[in-house]
């Protein structure tokens, strides 16, 4: 489903299984997450093994997915790439950094956010024009919002290492003619780092009953 929503040089692997194969962590990994409960041990361990599939199809040797600062996954070098899990999905996905400065991507179950979080989670323009609750019972648009901000995060995060709060992101969405099940959207940020975008593009699915997004930060020609 992922690959759905990234170019093709990005490389996509994505689950629905919710238990890894046995024996698919490096003992280095396995450390990590040994004082864990056991759902927490497989979602890392699966999504672990959705990684090293994606470094098998972007010619990467395998290697361990180790966690930095807020838990950022340290990808091998000279690569980028993103993890998301939740229940029922496991996803991640890799670039090679001289094609792709960063990529985030997000799954969400598509339903409700808990009580209280729409408030904390949207500025009052987002409010003005994202609809509350489900479309035809089809799209949560509250939680799409989520998971859009989520792989905003996640591209922004690993290139500043500054934290990026809700508020700080508004994203606008955009609906694919023909189709109200997937679509594209803008981020437009009001936090500045060195050589970082304000605004920020990204695409959207729902499908499955999940709520999908990404984003992919190319490098620039110049750069």
């Given at each position: ?29 396995a ?45 091998p ?13 496991r ?75 809700f ?18 959207f ?16 990204g ?21």
């Amino acid at each position: 489903m992922i690959e759905r929503l990234l170019p093709a040089y990005v490389a996509c692997a994505d689950t629905y299984e919710t238990d890894a194969p046995a024996g698919s962590l490096y003992p280095e990994e396995a450390r990590l997450v040994a004082t864990s409960v056991d759902r927490r041990k497989h979602e890392f361990a699966a999504v672990r093994a959705c990684a090293r599939r994606a470094m098998a199809d972007l010619g990467v040797p395998a290697a361990p997915v180790m966690r930095g600062h807020r838990g950022m996954p340290l990808w091998p070098d000279g690569t980028v790439g993103s993890m998301t899990h939740c229940d029922g999905y496991r996803a991640a996905v890799l670039a090679r950094a001289s094609q792709v400065r960063a990529v985030g991507i997000d799954a969400e179950p598509n339903e409700p956010l808990p009580p209280g979080v729409w408030e904390v989670i949207s500025g009052p323009s987002e409010r003005a024009r994202t609809p509350l609750g489900a479309s035809g019972r089809t799209v949560h648009w509250d939680r799409l919002l989520f998971s859009a901000k989520e792989s905003v995060f996640k591209t922004w995060f690993p290139l500043t290492r500054v934290e990026l709060d809700f508020l700080e992101a508004d994203i606008t969405f955009r609906t694919s003619p023909g189709t109200g099940t997937e679509g594209t959207f803008t981020a437009e940020l009001s936090l500045t780092a060195p050589d970082m975008p304000r605004s920020y593009e990204g695409r959207w699915l729902i499908d499955g009953g999940f709520a999908v997004t990404a984003i992919v930060l190319p490098v620039s020609p110049s750069a």
